[in-house]
């Protein structure tokens, strides 16, 4: 079995060039999207339309309830799982997303191992965090590690808690866990490629247009219902979703629908400078630039040249 990954930031083209590989290749796709596994939030997360699940079959869509939290060993396991299930029938697998961390944890084994979730510290650790604020709870973690504290901002209060966690949890700092998993990891032998624009601002451009096309497609109705029946709850992942976040406050009244899809795009901006950021660390990617080529065949073409070369 081939085993190929298709990375970038949101709307760079990956998932029709996935379709496509699959398609060439006799493979099936795995998506390695944290939010397109919540069944009911299509639109905002851009999943695969009716008509490109009938051409290529996928995995990981639709696999958890919005309302419930998700891990990374969560989505290793069910990923893991699919691999088995196409190899089994003679097919290829094409990875296909935009969280790295989930490429990651799948082909290289870096996942927190079996660590368990402690709830109670973490409800400790969030109270903390609203009594003293983000500032002070990032400071204990920069006491305890602080590589990891200069890797994480003190806004993002979850891998914060996470890192000072597996701290309590293993002995060991997050930073010294996760040489470890990278030693011990077993890496599964993929092509990785990912896409990029030599010209920044045709990327963002594809952006303002994919908003642009969920608004018109129903974005404001799919968050109101979602929303309406209790399936965003506050605090969970979904409700942080970039594109729910910002509809919400437009179906609660406090703000139009016009600043609503600013915000999403900027955001989105914003979002794929991160995505960038973290596949560019990777030195495994072979990137691809589609305002290299004038078609989409063509950039498919080149792909598959990649993978060629790669798997001889």
């Known amino acids: 079995m081939k085993l190929i990954s298709v990375a970038g930031p949101t ?25 397109q596994i919540y069944c009911g939030m299509d639109i905002g997360t851009a ?19 919005p309302r419930e939290n998700f891990s990374v060993a ?20 094409i990875l296909c997303g935009g969280t790295g961390l989930y490429q990651d944890s799948l082909v290289y084994g870096t996942e927190f191992g079996e660590l368990e979730a402690d709830e109670a510290y973490r409800a400790e650790l969030a109270e903390f965090a609203n009594e003293h604020g983000n500032a002070a709870l990032h400071a204990l973690l920069a006491q305890k590690d602080p590589e990891a504290a200069e890797k994480i901002h003190m806004n993002n209060v979850k891998r914060v808690i996470r890192a000072l966690e597996i701290i309590k949890q293993s002995g060991m700092t997050k930073t010294e866990w996760d040489k470890r998993a990278k030693q011990n990891a077993k890496a599964l032998p993929c092509t990785m490629l990912a896409l990029n624009y030599r010209d920044r601002e045709k990327l963002y451009a594809r952006i303002d247009k994919r908003v642009d096309i969920m608004l018109e497609s129903g974005l404001f109705e799919e968050v109101k219902h979602l929303y309406e029946n209790g399936l965003l709850p506050e605090g969970s992942t979904a409700y942080d979703a970039i594109g729910y976040k910002e509809m ?16 999403i795009k900027l955001a989105t901006r914003h979002y794929a400078k991160r995505q960038l950021t973290w596949f560019l660390r990777n030195k495994d990617i072979t990137w691809l630039y589609p305002d290299d080529y004038g078609t989409k065949e063509e950039l498919c073409a080149a792909a598959l040249t990649v993978i060629a070369e790669q798997n001889r």
């Open 11 to 35: 709307a760079s083209g990956k998932s029709d060039l996935a379709l496509m590989l699959a398609e060439h290749l006799g493979g099936e796709i795995i998506s390695f999207d944290s939010m």
């Open 47 to 65: 999943k695969p339309t009716a008509a490109e699940l009938a051409r290529v079959p996928h995995h990981m869509l639709d696999v958890t309830d």
């Open 74 to 93: 969560n989505f290793v396991a069910g990923a893991k799982a699919a691999l088995a299930d196409i190899e089994a029938r003679g097919k290829n697998a």
């Open 248 to 263: 919400l406050a437009c179906v609660r009244g406090e703000e139009t629908l016009a600043d609503a899809a600013e915000k």
